[in-house]
């Protein structure tokens, strides 16, 4: 299911945090999702999306959950991230194949998340789909699992039938752009701590944590 550059983080955010979100939720005015997508995206988007305003301390909560949280942070080396919007898929909602806007809220948008809220059984429908073709990939995870997916990449929600889909999307700008590179350097953190855990080999540790800070200064911000 998960790739280099497509991952999924499960219980990303606290089961706390998920109900708080879920409750708030249900007390929150929606807008027509079309209005916050671009001229053509919003000609094959069908969903709702919460105001801003009311669900900002949401929303900060969950980024800095987040931001806090070792396996993402890795991956992603997250510069700057755009505050989360919660959306609401119902019967018949979707959004049809589309990419991120390169820019959100004036960063760079490098890597797209969506945090599902909502447990699979509560809805019918309404897959992540990513890329196109035989190769595309189709996901539904449960409740508070993050995937996370660059965001040049083709994706769509299918067509819900039954239930209420709800989920938080956001964007990063990463601290090294090119993917590749990240994902070295997150190999190469993961190795160090790894060795670091068995407690027995703190030199190596040491030269590999050097090594990664070189590389991260040379390949940050290029």
């Given at each position: 299911m998960q790739t280099s550059q497509i991952f999924i983080v499960e219980d990303i955010i606290s089961a706390q945090l998920c109900d708080r979100a879920l409750?708030?939720?249900?007390?929150?005015?929606?807008i027509d999702g079309a209005s916050t997508a671009g001229r053509w995206e919003g000609q094959h988007k069908h969903n709702a999306q919460a105001r801003r305003e009311p669900i900002e301390p949401l929303c900060e909560a969950v980024l800095d959950e987040?931001?806090?949280?070792?396996?993402?942070?890795?991956?992603?080396?997250?510069?700057?991230?755009?505050?989360?919007?919660?959306n609401r898929y119902r019967a018949g909602d979707f959004y049809g194949p589309h990419e991120d806007s390169p820019i959100q809220s004036g960063i760079r948008a490098d890597l797209s998340y969506t945090l599902f809220l909502s447990e699979p059984?509560?809805?019918?429908?309404?897959?992540?789909?990513?890329?196109?073709?035989?190769?595309?990939?189709?996901?539904?995870?449960?409740?508070?699992?993050?995937?996370?997916?660059?965001?040049?990449?083709l994706h769509q929600?299918?067509?819900?039938?039954?239930?209420?889909?709800?989920?938080?999307?956001?964007?990063?700008?990463?601290?090294?752009?090119?993917p590749a590179r990240r994902e070295l350097l997150c190999e190469l953190r993961e190795?160090?701590?790894?060795i670091a855990a068995r407690g027995d080999a703190q030199p190596d540790v040491a030269s590999l944590s050097r090594v990664y800070g070189g590389l991260l200064r040379s390949w940050a911000f290029a």
């Open positions: 409750a708030i939720a249900g007390d929150t005015p929606f987040l931001l806090r949280n070792r396996t993402l942070c890795n991956r992603t080396l997250p510069h700057e991230a755009v505050q989360p919007m919660l059984s509560a809805y019918e429908g309404g897959e992540l789909v990513l890329g196109d073709g035989p190769t595309a990939m189709r996901v539904k995870p449960p409740s508070r699992a993050l995937v996370c997916y660059p965001s040049g990449t929600v299918l067509p819900v039938t039954r239930g209420e889909r709800l989920a938080l999307v956001g964007w990063m700008q990463s601290v090294v752009r090119d190795t160090t701590d790894a």
